[in-house]
């Protein structure tokens, strides 16, 4: 092999590795924040919420918070902080589809329980804004209807983007092992529009 060709190898390499190891740090500081955040309000959420009565309200609170703590699982796993060897891995490609699109279907539910907003922490307007409408709006189930249906737009906008378009493939590089990869199969102009 030339120089020219290790070159080029390691530049992909950087290329590929670079932006996964970035990701990865995102979704350690991520699970951190929320980690650190439901250790601390613990004791008032035992306070507040465990002896309450079984209600929407506190099923919407406990479906938020467990799934919320399922999706940081999965991001620490997806890390590779929990995943097994690459040895173990390689031999395994449904291991791979199924990790990926259990992360797709927690994404969509979060998107679902939140109406359209995927950022960590949520925005304020677009938390449960269809029960907030509700509440603003004097009980008029018309409005808050029509908000609730017009933040699920996102919701099926990814759904179809992560369970119509994405493919998975194992990738074995000669340096570092063997990777999970998924990739999109939509053209770049229709992404972009």
């Known amino acids: ?3 020219e060709d290790t070159q080029d190898i390691v530049a992909g390499l950087v290329g590929y590795l670079q932006p996964a190891w970035v990701g990865s740090c ?14 601390t309000t613990l004791e008032r959420e035992v306070e507040l ?11 919407l609170f406990y479906l938020n918070r ?8 999965h991001k620490l796993l997806i890390s590779n902080l929990l995943s097994p ?7 395994i490609f449904h291991s791979c589809v199924a ?25 304020p307007t677009t938390v449960f804004s269809g029960i907030r409408i509700y509440a603003v709006s004097s009980g008029t189930w018309i409005l808050s209807a029509i908000v609730a249906f017009l933040s699920l737009v996102p919701v099926a906008t990814n759904s ?8 998975y493939a194992i990738d074995e590089y000669f340096v570092i092992g063997t990777w999970c990869d998924y ?10 529009k």
């Not at 467990?66 to 699982?73: D, G, L, P, Y």
């Not at 060897?85 to 031999?91: F, K, L, Q, Y």
């Not at 990790?99 to 925005?123: C, K």
């Open 1 to 3: 092999m030339s120089d």
């Open 66 to 73: 467990w799934v919320t703590v399922i999706w940081v699982a």
């Open 99 to 123: 990790l990926s699109e259990l992360g797709n279907a927690l994404n969509i539910m979060l998107l679902l329980l939140w109406a359209g907003s995927l950022m960590i922490p949520p925005a």
């Open 49 to 59: 919420m465990w002896r309450r009565k079984l209600t929407s309200v506190t099923m």
């Open 85 to 91: 060897p690459a040895d173990i891995r390689s031999h």
């Open 183 to 192: 990739f999109t199969v939509l053209d770049e102009a229709t992404t972009l």
């Open 26 to 39: 995102c979704n350690v500081a991520v699970a951190s924040l929320v980690i650190y955040d439901y250790a």
């Open 160 to 167: 179809y983007y992560y369970f119509a378009t994405q493919s």
